[in-house]
């Protein structure tokens, strides 16, 4: 059997490190969508999680965000 050539995968600017990255992760956004690398959005995640406890102790509400992993 042939050795399967793996396709060119969809190359995305990082939203913050703005680097080319075809491991990346896209956010769904109230703004539409955003495309992060898998390193900033790892980041940003811990960063996200920290500001949700926030918001509750706050009591505020920051607007639904939707996550998707792809
Ligand atoms: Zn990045």
């Known amino acids: ?16 490190c703005g680097e080319m990255s075809s491991d990346y992760y896209k956010v769904q956004t109230n703004k539409g969508n955003i495309y992060k690398c898998s390193n900033c959005y790892e980041d940003w995640m811990r960063r996200m999680v920290r500001s ?19």
């Open 52 to 70: 949700q406890y926030a918001s509750q102790q706050t009591g505020m509400n920051n607007g639904g965000l939707n996550y998707t992993d792809e």
């Open 1 to 16: 059997m042939a050795k399967k050539r793996e396709k060119k995968k969809k190359e995305f600017e990082c939203i913050d």
